[in-house]
Protein backbone atom coordinates (compact mmCIF):
# COMPACT_ATOMS: atom_id res chain seq x y z
CA UNK A 1 0.00 0.00 0.00
CA UNK A 2 1.13 3.37 -0.63
CA UNK A 3 0.94 5.36 3.01
CA UNK A 4 1.79 8.88 3.75
CA UNK A 5 3.05 9.80 7.07
CA UNK A 6 2.51 13.55 8.01
CA UNK A 7 5.43 15.33 9.99
CA UNK A 8 5.55 18.95 11.62
CA UNK A 9 8.57 21.21 12.45
CA UNK A 10 11.23 18.24 13.23
CA UNK A 11 11.87 15.03 12.79
CA UNK A 12 9.85 12.86 14.96
CA UNK A 13 11.65 9.51 16.19
CA UNK A 14 8.31 7.77 16.49
CA UNK A 15 6.97 8.22 12.64
CA UNK A 16 10.85 6.85 11.63
CA UNK A 17 9.92 3.82 13.46
CA UNK A 18 6.64 3.24 12.04
CA UNK A 19 7.92 3.61 8.36
CA UNK A 20 10.65 1.20 9.19
CA UNK A 21 8.20 -1.05 9.77
CA UNK A 22 5.81 -0.61 7.27
CA UNK A 23 8.76 -0.58 4.48
CA UNK A 24 9.77 -3.65 5.59
CA UNK A 25 6.42 -5.00 4.69
CA UNK A 26 6.95 -3.66 1.72
CA UNK A 27 4.79 -0.88 1.34
CA UNK A 28 5.23 2.81 -0.07
CA UNK A 29 6.04 4.78 2.40
CA UNK A 30 6.01 8.77 1.83
CA UNK A 31 6.36 11.53 4.00
CA UNK A 32 4.19 15.22 3.65
CA UNK A 33 6.21 17.53 5.99
CA UNK A 34 5.13 21.13 7.47
CA UNK A 35 8.09 23.01 8.58
CA UNK A 36 6.28 25.09 10.75
CA UNK A 37 8.01 28.59 10.25
CA UNK A 38 7.68 31.34 12.50
CA UNK A 39 4.50 28.97 14.29
CA UNK A 40 5.92 25.77 15.26
CA UNK A 41 3.13 25.29 18.04
CA UNK A 42 5.47 23.88 20.40
CA UNK A 43 8.23 26.44 21.15
CA UNK A 44 6.87 29.55 19.01
CA UNK A 45 3.39 30.21 18.44
CA UNK A 46 2.63 33.25 16.18
CA UNK A 47 -0.42 33.90 14.23
CA UNK A 48 1.36 36.75 12.72
CA UNK A 49 1.69 38.38 9.36
CA UNK A 50 5.09 36.90 8.61
CA UNK A 51 3.64 33.39 10.10
CA UNK A 52 1.11 33.32 7.84
CA UNK A 53 3.33 34.12 4.63
CA UNK A 54 5.25 31.00 5.51
CA UNK A 55 2.18 28.65 6.14
CA UNK A 56 3.23 25.61 4.46
CA UNK A 57 -0.55 23.83 4.92
CA UNK A 58 -1.06 23.94 1.22
CA UNK A 59 2.19 22.43 0.50
CA UNK A 60 1.55 19.90 2.51
CA UNK A 61 -1.80 19.02 1.28
CA UNK A 62 -0.53 19.37 -2.32
CA UNK A 63 2.24 16.40 -1.57
CA UNK A 64 -0.48 14.43 0.06
CA UNK A 65 -2.80 14.66 -3.13
CA UNK A 66 0.33 13.75 -5.58
CA UNK A 67 0.97 10.02 -3.54
CA UNK A 68 -2.94 9.68 -3.09
CA UNK A 69 -2.18 7.13 -0.05
CA UNK A 70 -4.16 4.60 1.11
CA UNK A 71 -3.16 5.06 5.01
CA UNK A 72 -2.02 8.88 6.02
CA UNK A 73 -1.11 8.76 9.43
CA UNK A 74 -0.23 11.47 12.18
CA UNK A 75 1.74 11.68 15.65
CA UNK A 76 0.89 15.16 17.19
CA UNK A 77 1.72 16.36 20.38
CA UNK A 78 -0.77 19.06 22.15
CA UNK A 79 0.55 21.76 20.76
CA UNK A 80 0.23 20.47 16.85
CA UNK A 81 -2.97 18.61 17.71
CA UNK A 82 -5.06 21.29 16.39
CA UNK A 83 -3.44 21.66 12.91
CA UNK A 84 -3.22 17.63 12.60
CA UNK A 85 -6.70 17.44 12.66
CA UNK A 86 -7.14 20.49 10.02
CA UNK A 87 -4.69 18.76 7.69
CA UNK A 88 -6.33 15.36 8.25
CA UNK A 89 -10.04 16.62 7.75
CA UNK A 90 -9.01 18.06 4.20
CA UNK A 91 -6.85 14.96 3.35
CA UNK A 92 -9.82 12.96 3.52
CA UNK A 93 -11.79 15.18 1.55
CA UNK A 94 -8.91 15.06 -1.13
CA UNK A 95 -8.84 11.46 -0.73
CA UNK A 96 -11.82 9.82 0.60
CA UNK A 97 -10.49 6.22 0.33
CA UNK A 98 -7.96 6.68 2.28
CA UNK A 99 -7.69 5.32 5.73
CA UNK A 100 -6.54 8.03 8.84
CA UNK A 101 -4.45 6.79 11.79
CA UNK A 102 -3.65 8.81 14.62
CA UNK A 103 -1.22 8.14 17.17
CA UNK A 104 1.49 9.70 19.35
CA UNK A 105 1.01 10.60 23.28
CA UNK A 106 -2.06 13.27 22.61
CA UNK A 107 -3.86 10.44 20.92
CA UNK A 108 -2.83 7.99 23.77
CA UNK A 109 -3.41 10.52 26.07
CA UNK A 110 -7.40 10.83 25.03
CA UNK A 111 -8.36 8.07 22.28
CA UNK A 112 -11.87 8.25 22.71
CA UNK A 113 -12.45 12.03 21.85
CA UNK A 114 -9.57 11.40 18.65
CA UNK A 115 -11.58 8.84 17.17
CA UNK A 116 -14.84 10.82 17.60
CA UNK A 117 -13.31 12.96 14.86
CA UNK A 118 -15.54 11.63 11.65
CA UNK A 119 -12.27 11.92 9.59
CA UNK A 120 -10.65 10.00 11.58
CA UNK A 121 -10.44 5.96 11.24
CA UNK A 122 -8.21 4.42 14.02
CA UNK A 123 -6.31 5.51 16.92
CA UNK A 124 -2.98 3.95 18.36
CA UNK A 125 -2.82 3.90 22.14
CA UNK A 126 0.77 3.87 23.21
CA UNK A 127 3.87 2.47 21.53
CA UNK A 128 2.96 1.26 18.05
CA UNK A 129 5.30 -1.67 17.07
CA UNK A 130 2.58 -3.92 17.42
CA UNK A 131 -0.68 -1.89 16.74
CA UNK A 132 0.46 -0.30 13.36
CA UNK A 133 1.70 -3.22 11.65
CA UNK A 134 -1.38 -4.85 13.02
CA UNK A 135 -3.37 -1.85 11.67
CA UNK A 136 -1.66 -1.80 8.24
CA UNK A 137 -2.45 -5.88 7.69
CA UNK A 138 -6.17 -5.38 8.23
CA UNK A 139 -6.23 -2.34 6.22
CA UNK A 140 -4.65 -4.46 3.15
CA UNK A 141 -6.85 -7.50 3.86
CA UNK A 142 -10.14 -5.00 3.77
CA UNK A 143 -11.33 -7.09 6.95
CA UNK A 144 -11.44 -4.96 9.71
CA UNK A 145 -14.01 -6.51 12.83
CA UNK A 146 -11.13 -8.66 15.19
CA UNK A 147 -9.97 -6.33 17.93
CA UNK A 148 -6.45 -5.31 16.87
CA UNK A 149 -3.97 -5.11 20.14
CA UNK A 150 -3.47 -1.05 21.28
CA UNK A 151 -5.82 0.12 18.99
CA UNK A 152 -9.47 1.86 18.60
CA UNK A 153 -11.00 1.97 15.78
CA UNK A 154 -14.62 2.67 13.98
CA UNK A 155 -16.49 -0.03 12.11
CA UNK A 156 -18.15 0.88 8.83
CA UNK A 157 -21.87 1.35 11.71
CA UNK A 158 -20.03 3.55 14.18
CA UNK A 159 -19.38 0.98 16.65
CA UNK A 160 -15.81 1.89 18.19
CA UNK A 161 -14.09 -1.03 18.94
CA UNK A 162 -11.15 -1.29 21.72
CA UNK A 163 -8.43 -3.65 21.44
CA UNK A 164 -6.29 -5.22 24.22
CA UNK A 165 -3.44 -2.69 25.52
CA UNK A 166 -0.78 -5.35 25.69
CA UNK A 167 2.54 -5.00 27.13
CA UNK A 168 5.89 -3.48 26.14
CA UNK A 169 7.81 -5.27 23.67
CA UNK A 170 11.11 -6.04 25.44
CA UNK A 171 13.59 -6.91 23.05
CA UNK A 172 13.90 -3.52 21.42
CA UNK A 173 16.51 -5.77 19.17
CA UNK A 174 13.71 -7.42 17.54
CA UNK A 175 12.97 -4.10 15.57
CA UNK A 176 14.46 -2.14 12.44
CA UNK A 177 16.20 0.74 13.22
CA UNK A 178 15.22 3.95 12.73
CA UNK A 179 13.88 5.15 8.73
CA UNK A 180 15.78 8.23 8.49
CA UNK A 181 15.58 8.15 4.70
CA UNK A 182 12.01 9.53 4.82
CA UNK A 183 13.28 12.87 6.14
CA UNK A 184 16.29 13.70 4.55
CA UNK A 185 14.58 16.36 1.86
CA UNK A 186 13.99 18.19 5.30
CA UNK A 187 16.08 17.50 7.92
CA UNK A 188 19.80 18.32 8.11
CA UNK A 189 21.40 15.13 8.74
CA UNK A 190 24.90 16.38 7.82
CA UNK A 191 24.47 18.47 11.17
CA UNK A 192 23.26 16.69 13.74
CA UNK A 193 21.59 13.12 13.97
CA UNK A 194 19.55 11.93 16.85
CA UNK A 195 18.42 8.68 18.39
CA UNK A 196 17.74 7.06 21.21
CA UNK A 197 19.43 3.64 22.61
CA UNK A 198 16.54 3.00 24.97
CA UNK A 199 12.93 3.59 25.90
CA UNK A 200 11.63 4.43 28.94
CA UNK A 201 12.16 6.15 32.24
CA UNK A 202 12.32 4.67 35.66
CA UNK A 203 10.21 8.18 37.19
CA UNK A 204 6.74 9.26 37.40
CA UNK A 205 6.80 13.45 37.68
CA UNK A 206 3.37 14.40 37.89
CA UNK A 207 3.89 16.51 34.58
CA UNK A 208 5.43 13.85 32.57
CA UNK A 209 3.69 11.27 30.19
CA UNK A 210 5.82 8.56 31.72
CA UNK A 211 3.60 8.98 34.19
CA UNK A 212 0.08 6.89 32.56
CA UNK A 213 2.01 5.73 29.80
CA UNK A 214 3.90 3.36 31.57
CA UNK A 215 0.47 1.99 33.41
CA UNK A 216 -1.28 1.96 30.02
CA UNK A 217 -0.67 -2.38 29.43
CA UNK A 218 -2.80 -5.11 31.11
CA UNK A 219 -0.76 -7.08 33.15
CA UNK A 220 1.79 -8.71 32.19
CA UNK A 221 2.95 -5.21 31.50
CA UNK A 222 6.88 -6.31 31.14
CA UNK A 223 9.64 -4.00 32.17
CA UNK A 224 8.98 -0.10 30.91
CA UNK A 225 13.02 1.04 30.53
CA UNK A 226 14.36 -1.42 28.15
CA UNK A 227 17.54 -1.04 26.18
CA UNK A 228 18.94 -2.11 22.68
CA UNK A 229 21.66 -4.13 22.63
CA UNK A 230 25.18 -1.96 21.44
CA UNK A 231 25.43 -3.70 18.39
CA UNK A 232 21.66 -2.60 17.38
CA UNK A 233 22.76 0.95 18.39
CA UNK A 234 26.30 0.95 16.58
CA UNK A 235 24.66 -0.88 13.41
CA UNK A 236 22.22 2.38 12.91
CA UNK A 237 25.48 4.62 13.80
CA UNK A 238 27.52 3.56 11.51
CA UNK A 239 25.33 3.06 8.79
CA UNK A 240 24.15 6.23 9.07
CA UNK A 241 27.53 8.00 9.58
CA UNK A 242 28.39 6.32 6.40
CA UNK A 243 25.28 8.14 4.67
CA UNK A 244 25.23 11.59 6.21
CA UNK A 245 29.12 12.04 8.09
CA UNK A 246 27.59 14.00 10.33
CA UNK A 247 29.20 16.31 12.86
CA UNK A 248 27.07 15.52 15.95
CA UNK A 249 24.41 13.14 17.64
CA UNK A 250 21.96 13.64 19.64
CA UNK A 251 20.69 11.17 22.15
CA UNK A 252 16.91 11.41 23.14
CA UNK A 253 16.63 9.29 25.53
CA UNK A 254 15.20 10.50 29.17
CA UNK A 255 18.04 8.86 30.75
CA UNK A 256 21.26 9.14 28.75
CA UNK A 257 22.96 7.91 31.85
CA UNK A 258 20.96 5.33 33.54
CA UNK A 259 22.82 2.31 33.50
CA UNK A 260 26.46 2.79 33.73
CA UNK A 261 27.87 -0.89 32.58
CA UNK A 262 26.00 -0.22 29.17
CA UNK A 263 27.75 2.89 29.17
CA UNK A 264 31.09 1.36 29.98
CA UNK A 265 31.01 -0.95 26.74
CA UNK A 266 29.23 1.60 24.54
CA UNK A 267 31.16 4.78 24.78
CA UNK A 268 34.52 3.37 23.96
CA UNK A 269 32.77 1.68 20.62
CA UNK A 270 31.29 4.87 20.02
CA UNK A 271 34.57 6.82 20.50
CA UNK A 272 36.18 4.70 18.08
CA UNK A 273 34.12 3.94 15.38
CA UNK A 274 31.85 7.20 15.47
CA UNK A 275 34.40 10.13 16.83
CA UNK A 276 31.88 12.82 16.75
CA UNK A 277 30.80 14.98 19.73
CA UNK A 278 27.55 14.01 20.92
CA UNK A 279 24.72 16.10 23.40
CA UNK A 280 22.66 13.78 26.03
CA UNK A 281 19.99 14.13 28.20
CA UNK A 282 19.97 13.19 32.08
CA UNK A 283 19.10 12.87 35.82
CA UNK A 284 20.99 14.33 38.61
CA UNK A 285 21.04 11.18 40.18
CA UNK A 286 23.08 9.72 37.37
CA UNK A 287 25.70 11.88 37.07
CA UNK A 288 28.71 10.71 38.86
CA UNK A 289 32.36 11.39 38.51
CA UNK A 290 32.97 7.84 36.45
CA UNK A 291 30.06 8.87 34.38
CA UNK A 292 31.17 12.18 33.61
CA UNK A 293 34.92 11.17 32.95
CA UNK A 294 33.43 7.96 30.49
CA UNK A 295 30.78 10.88 28.61
CA UNK A 296 33.72 13.57 28.64
CA UNK A 297 36.72 10.83 26.98
CA UNK A 298 34.26 9.89 24.28
CA UNK A 299 32.85 13.42 23.47
CA UNK A 300 30.06 14.46 25.70
CA UNK A 301 29.89 18.25 24.96
CA UNK A 302 26.45 18.82 26.59
CA UNK A 303 24.15 17.12 29.10
CA UNK A 304 20.67 18.60 29.52
CA UNK A 305 19.04 18.46 32.64
CA UNK A 306 15.92 18.96 34.25
CA UNK A 307 15.45 20.86 37.59
CA UNK A 308 12.58 22.94 37.35
CA UNK A 309 12.61 23.80 40.32
CA UNK A 310 15.26 24.25 43.49
CA UNK A 311 12.55 24.20 46.26
CA UNK A 312 13.11 20.06 47.23
CA UNK A 313 10.00 20.66 49.54
CA UNK A 314 7.92 21.49 46.87
CA UNK A 315 9.30 19.00 43.88
CA UNK A 316 8.84 16.50 46.35
CA UNK A 317 4.91 16.51 46.95
CA UNK A 318 4.37 18.41 43.93
CA UNK A 319 6.36 16.91 41.12
CA UNK A 320 7.35 13.50 42.64
CA UNK A 321 11.00 14.82 42.12
CA UNK A 322 13.10 13.44 44.64
CA UNK A 323 16.61 14.57 44.33
CA UNK A 324 17.54 17.87 45.87
CA UNK A 325 18.92 21.43 44.83
CA UNK A 326 22.30 20.09 47.30
CA UNK A 327 22.64 16.95 44.93
CA UNK A 328 22.01 19.16 41.58
CA UNK A 329 24.80 21.77 42.21
CA UNK A 330 26.87 18.34 42.95
CA UNK A 331 26.10 17.38 39.84
CA UNK A 332 26.72 20.84 37.96
CA UNK A 333 30.29 20.54 39.24
CA UNK A 334 31.40 17.24 38.17
CA UNK A 335 30.22 17.56 34.72
CA UNK A 336 31.88 21.02 35.09
CA UNK A 337 35.20 19.46 36.30
CA UNK A 338 35.15 16.92 33.11
CA UNK A 339 34.47 19.93 30.79
CA UNK A 340 30.77 19.04 29.76
CA UNK A 341 28.43 21.68 29.28
CA UNK A 342 25.36 21.86 31.46
CA UNK A 343 21.98 22.98 30.44
CA UNK A 344 19.11 23.24 33.36
CA UNK A 345 15.80 23.17 32.33
CA UNK A 346 13.57 25.44 34.61
CA UNK A 347 9.70 25.79 35.00
CA UNK A 348 7.56 28.52 35.32
CA UNK A 349 4.07 28.53 36.47
CA UNK A 350 3.89 25.64 38.69
CA UNK A 351 0.49 24.63 40.53
CA UNK A 352 0.56 26.76 43.79
CA UNK A 353 4.52 27.50 43.90
CA UNK A 354 4.50 30.86 45.87
CA UNK A 355 7.20 33.63 44.11
CA UNK A 356 9.92 33.26 46.89
CA UNK A 357 10.82 30.11 45.05
CA UNK A 358 11.89 32.31 41.80
CA UNK A 359 14.28 34.03 43.96
CA UNK A 360 15.44 30.80 46.11
CA UNK A 361 16.25 29.79 42.37
CA UNK A 362 18.33 32.88 41.41
CA UNK A 363 20.20 32.66 44.20
CA UNK A 364 20.67 29.17 43.50
CA UNK A 365 21.61 29.96 39.98
CA UNK A 366 24.17 32.64 41.08
CA UNK A 367 25.83 30.74 42.98
CA UNK A 368 26.04 27.47 40.66
CA UNK A 369 25.44 29.05 37.15
CA UNK A 370 25.08 26.31 34.89
CA UNK A 371 26.23 26.45 30.88
CA UNK A 372 22.63 27.52 30.02
CA UNK A 373 18.68 28.35 31.28
CA UNK A 374 16.29 26.96 29.27
CA UNK A 375 12.95 27.71 30.45
CA UNK A 376 9.38 26.10 30.10
CA UNK A 377 6.04 27.14 31.20
CA UNK A 378 3.55 25.06 32.76
CA UNK A 379 1.12 23.21 30.98
CA UNK A 380 -1.21 20.55 31.72
CA UNK A 381 -1.19 17.60 29.80
CA UNK A 382 -4.08 15.29 29.39
CA UNK A 383 -3.55 12.11 31.29
CA UNK A 384 -1.30 13.64 33.38
CA UNK A 385 -1.08 13.28 37.51
CA UNK A 386 -0.89 17.02 37.66
CA UNK A 387 -3.63 17.77 35.46
CA UNK A 388 -5.74 15.36 37.32
CA UNK A 389 -4.84 16.74 40.42
CA UNK A 390 -6.12 20.31 38.76
CA UNK A 391 -9.13 18.47 37.84
CA UNK A 392 -9.57 16.84 41.91
CA UNK A 393 -8.53 20.81 43.48
CA UNK A 394 -11.25 22.72 41.01
CA UNK A 395 -8.25 24.61 39.09
CA UNK A 396 -9.50 23.07 35.81
CA UNK A 397 -13.71 23.16 34.97
CA UNK A 398 -15.17 20.77 32.73
CA UNK A 399 -14.95 23.64 29.95
CA UNK A 400 -11.22 23.57 30.68
CA UNK A 401 -10.36 19.60 30.37
CA UNK A 402 -12.52 20.02 27.40
CA UNK A 403 -10.56 22.45 25.80
CA UNK A 404 -7.02 21.07 27.01
CA UNK A 405 -8.04 17.36 25.44
CA UNK A 406 -9.10 19.01 22.24
CA UNK A 407 -5.40 20.71 22.33
CA UNK A 408 -6.92 24.18 22.37
CA UNK A 409 -4.76 25.23 25.31
CA UNK A 410 -1.10 24.84 25.10
CA UNK A 411 1.56 27.58 25.27
CA UNK A 412 5.02 27.19 26.01
CA UNK A 413 7.84 29.71 26.34
CA UNK A 414 5.18 32.91 26.11
CA UNK A 415 2.84 34.12 29.27
CA UNK A 416 -0.12 34.25 27.98
CA UNK A 417 -1.18 30.90 29.50
CA UNK A 418 -4.48 31.26 30.85
CA UNK A 419 -3.93 28.07 33.79
CA UNK A 420 -0.96 30.09 35.05
CA UNK A 421 -2.08 32.90 37.72
CA UNK A 422 -2.16 36.40 35.97
CA UNK A 423 -1.24 37.95 38.79
CA UNK A 424 2.48 36.45 38.51
CA UNK A 425 3.00 36.45 35.00
CA UNK A 426 4.98 39.33 34.65
CA UNK A 427 7.28 38.72 37.95
CA UNK A 428 7.58 34.96 36.04
CA UNK A 429 8.95 37.19 33.26
CA UNK A 430 11.68 39.48 35.12
CA UNK A 431 12.54 35.85 36.46
CA UNK A 432 13.18 34.07 32.98
CA UNK A 433 15.18 37.37 31.36
CA UNK A 434 17.08 37.06 34.57
CA UNK A 435 17.50 33.03 34.13
CA UNK A 436 18.85 33.33 30.65
CA UNK A 437 20.88 36.50 31.06
CA UNK A 438 23.12 34.73 33.80
CA UNK A 439 25.01 32.41 32.04
CA UNK A 440 26.53 34.86 30.12
CA UNK A 441 27.31 37.20 32.64
CA UNK A 442 30.58 37.67 34.44
CA UNK A 443 30.66 35.91 37.86
CA UNK A 444 30.93 39.37 39.15
CA UNK A 445 27.83 40.66 37.93
CA UNK A 446 25.42 38.12 38.69
CA UNK A 447 24.78 38.96 41.76
CA UNK A 448 24.00 42.16 40.33
CA UNK A 449 21.06 40.65 37.69
CA UNK A 450 18.01 41.64 40.11
CA UNK A 451 14.20 41.42 39.68
CA UNK A 452 14.26 45.63 40.67
CA UNK A 453 16.67 46.06 37.17
CA UNK A 454 14.11 44.55 35.17
CA UNK A 455 10.50 45.43 36.41
CA UNK A 456 9.67 48.51 35.00
CA UNK A 457 9.96 46.84 31.46
CA UNK A 458 6.94 45.45 29.44
CA UNK A 459 6.08 42.11 29.02
CA UNK A 460 7.02 42.57 25.19
CA UNK A 461 10.10 44.09 25.97
CA UNK A 462 11.51 41.46 28.13
CA UNK A 463 10.12 39.16 25.85
CA UNK A 464 12.52 40.31 23.19
CA UNK A 465 15.33 40.48 25.42
CA UNK A 466 15.32 37.44 26.87
CA UNK A 467 15.01 35.57 23.35
CA UNK A 468 18.19 38.20 22.17
CA UNK A 469 20.19 37.21 25.20
CA UNK A 470 19.58 33.24 24.52
CA UNK A 471 20.58 33.61 20.79
CA UNK A 472 23.63 35.93 21.75
CA UNK A 473 24.99 34.19 24.98
CA UNK A 474 24.58 30.88 22.32
CA UNK A 475 26.62 32.22 19.68
CA UNK A 476 29.11 33.57 21.67
CA UNK A 477 29.70 30.14 23.35
CA UNK A 478 29.33 28.29 19.88
CA UNK A 479 26.36 26.56 21.19
CA UNK A 480 25.11 24.39 18.11
CA UNK A 481 21.98 25.03 19.09
CA UNK A 482 20.92 28.00 17.39
CA UNK A 483 23.14 27.69 14.30
CA UNK A 484 21.19 24.16 14.00
CA UNK A 485 18.11 26.66 13.96
CA UNK A 486 19.11 29.35 12.01
CA UNK A 487 20.30 26.86 9.22
CA UNK A 488 16.53 24.97 9.18
CA UNK A 489 14.52 27.99 8.87
CA UNK A 490 16.88 29.33 6.05
CA UNK A 491 16.69 26.30 4.31
CA UNK A 492 12.89 26.08 4.23
CA UNK A 493 12.00 29.65 3.93
CA UNK A 494 14.02 29.12 0.96
CA UNK A 495 12.44 25.41 0.32
CA UNK A 496 9.12 27.38 0.11
CA UNK A 497 9.50 30.17 -1.93
CA UNK A 498 10.46 27.88 -4.56
CA UNK A 499 8.01 25.48 -4.46
CA UNK A 500 5.93 28.68 -4.84
CA UNK A 501 7.63 29.48 -7.90
CA UNK A 502 7.27 25.59 -9.54
CA UNK A 503 11.09 24.82 -8.66
CA UNK A 504 12.14 21.60 -7.14
CA UNK A 505 13.95 22.12 -3.78
CA UNK A 506 17.65 21.10 -2.51
CA UNK A 507 17.41 18.05 -0.36
CA UNK A 508 18.37 19.58 3.10
CA UNK A 509 20.95 16.95 3.60
CA UNK A 510 24.03 15.74 1.04
CA UNK A 511 24.06 11.83 1.14
CA UNK A 512 27.74 10.96 0.95
CA UNK A 513 27.27 7.56 0.32
CA UNK A 514 24.24 6.77 -1.38
CA UNK A 515 24.51 2.81 -0.89
CA UNK A 516 21.44 0.62 0.72
CA UNK A 517 20.38 0.98 4.43
CA UNK A 518 19.83 -2.25 6.38
CA UNK A 519 16.57 -1.63 8.28
CA UNK A 520 16.62 -4.88 9.83
CA UNK A 521 19.33 -5.31 12.50
CA UNK A 522 21.78 -8.27 12.59
CA UNK A 523 20.70 -10.55 15.46
CA UNK A 524 23.24 -9.32 18.56
CA UNK A 525 26.44 -11.42 18.67
CA UNK A 526 26.75 -12.27 22.29
CA UNK A 527 26.26 -8.83 23.67
CA UNK A 528 24.55 -9.40 27.54
CA UNK A 529 21.42 -8.69 28.35
CA UNK A 530 21.29 -5.72 31.00
CA UNK A 531 17.92 -6.05 32.02
CA UNK A 532 18.43 -7.23 35.71
CA UNK A 533 21.33 -4.46 35.94
CA UNK A 534 18.99 -1.54 34.80
CA UNK A 535 16.50 -2.75 37.02
CA UNK A 536 18.75 -3.08 40.21
CA UNK A 537 19.80 0.38 39.60
CA UNK A 538 16.77 1.72 39.25
CA UNK A 539 15.49 0.47 42.29
CA UNK A 540 18.49 1.37 44.34
CA UNK A 541 18.18 5.29 43.05
CA UNK A 542 14.54 5.31 43.67
CA UNK A 543 14.81 4.04 46.96
Known sequence: ??????????????????????????????????????????????????????????????????????VIAFSPVSGTYQWSLSIAERAKALCPDAKIVFGGIHATAVPESVLAKPFVDFVCVGEGDVAFPAILKAIEKGE?????????????????????????????????????????????????????????????????????????????RGKYVRYRSIDHVMHELCQAKRRYNFKMVEF??????????WLKEFLPRYKKEI???????????????????????????????????????????????????????????????HGIHVKFDHMFGLPGESIEMQEKARQFYIK??????????TNFFPGTAMMQEAIDSKILTPEDVRIINEGKCFDSFTVTNRYIDSAKNKTYKVYETIFRLLPGLPASLRKRATPGLFKWMPAWLLSMLTLGA???????RRDPDPFYYFTFYAHHVWRIILLRLGIK???????????????????????????????????????
Open 1 to 70: MRITFVGINSEQLGISMMSALAKIEGHDVRLAFSASLFNDRLQLTSPSLISSLFDDSDIVLKTIKEQMPN
Open 144 to 220: ISEPIANTHFKLPNGKVVKGPQVGFIQDLDSLPIYDKTIWEEHMRYGDTYITMVSRGCPYRCTFCFNNFVAQLPEKP
Open 252 to 261: FDDIFTLDKE
Open 275 to 337: GVCYQIFTHIKFVDDDIARLLADSGCRTAEIGLQTVDDEYKRKRLKRYETAEQAAEALAIMKK
Open 368 to 377: HTPYRITSFW
Open 470 to 476: HIVIGIV
Open 505 to 543: PPSATRIVDSGPIQLKAPKKMGAKSIDQTVSARRSAVLT
